[in-house]
C-alpha cells in the first residue's frame, strides 16, 4: 500500500497543470478498484485529499467444498 500523500507534488505546479493532475489522480483512484470506495476532500472549492478504501472480498468455503 502506498502511504506517500498524492498531492504533495501539487505545490510545485502551475494551477491548471494542478487541476489536470488531480482529476487524473481521481480517476485513477476509481480505476484502481474492484470493491471500495473513493472519497475527495475539498476546502475552498480546492480538492485537498483523496482517500482511497480497498474492500477485498474473501469467500467462505460452502459446507459441500469443506
Do not use: F, W
Not at 12 to 22: F, G, M, Q, V
Amino acid at each position: 500500500m502506498n502511504t506517500k500523500n498524492p498531492l504533495s507534488s501539487l505545490a510545485r505546479i502551475s494551477p491548471a497543470s494542478s487541476d489536470e493532475l488531480t482529476a487524473q489522480r481521481i480517476l485513477e483512484a476509481i480505476h484502481s478498484l474492484k470493491y471500495g470506495s473513493v472519497e475527495v476532500t475539498v476546502h475552498d472549492g480546492r480538492v485537498v485529499q483523496i482517500d482511497r478504501k480497498e474492500r477485498i472480498r474473501v469467500q467462505q468455503p460452502t459446507a459441500k467444498e469443506s
